[in-house]
């Protein structure tokens, strides 16, 4: 005597790691599972699969989850990023890189950029630049020699070559 017998997809679907899976009906006919991922991770593979009359599960490719990154940004010349490894290797999604300077030198543009969730930079150029310090052209008064010539990355001092000395502002 024949008999019916209830359609059932098999094997299991896997829930993905860093992610969820939800069924309808757990693994029988018609059942529809739906596949999301953790914060910080975005899905590949189908969204939703469902079990089918042949017993197999449509869009036949394993779903899972990969970890959402930025790609690595660039050391400003004359500075550094911190931490070390937001210039280094992908960096996670949620993390915030700063840019700083070295002594001697100034920092123009935004020093902070956060890799989102779309494994995006914002803001979306990290537009640094670290530029050294210089200093004027010193006119010093006649007699007076300055030292260093030029004063970058140093302090000048004004020094007099004749044999008086200077206090509080006036020579003696």
């Known amino acids: 005597m024949p008999r019916c017998v209830k359609i059932t997809c098999q094997p299991d679907l896997p829930v993905p790691t860093n992610g969820s899976k939800t069924c309808s009906e757990g693994n029988r006919f018609q059942s529809t599972c739906s596949f999301s991922c953790h914060l910080g991770f975005r899905r590949v593979g189908p969204e939703t699969r469902t079990c089918e009359h042949t017993g ?21 010349a004359g500075g550094d990023v911190s931490p070390p490894t937001c210039a280094s290797q992908p960096v996670v999604a949620g993390s915030i890189c700063t840019a700083s300077c ?4 100034t920092l123009s ?34 007699n007076v020699v300055v030292e260093p010539e030029n004063c970058i990355l140093t302090e000048a001092s004004f020094l007099d070559s004749s044999p008086r000395s200077m206090e509080g502002g006036q020579c003696l």
């Open 56 to 76: 197999q599960w449509s869009n036949g490719t394993e779903t899972w989850c990969e970890e959402i990154t930025c790609f690595p940004l660039e050391i400003p």
């Open 102 to 105: 070295f002594h001697g030198f």
């Open 109 to 142: 543009g935004n020093p902070t950029a956060v890799c989102t969730y779309e494994g995006d930079w914002f803001p979306s150029v990290f537009n640094v630049n670290c530029t050294a310090i210089t200093c004027n052209q010193l006119n010093p008064p006649p």
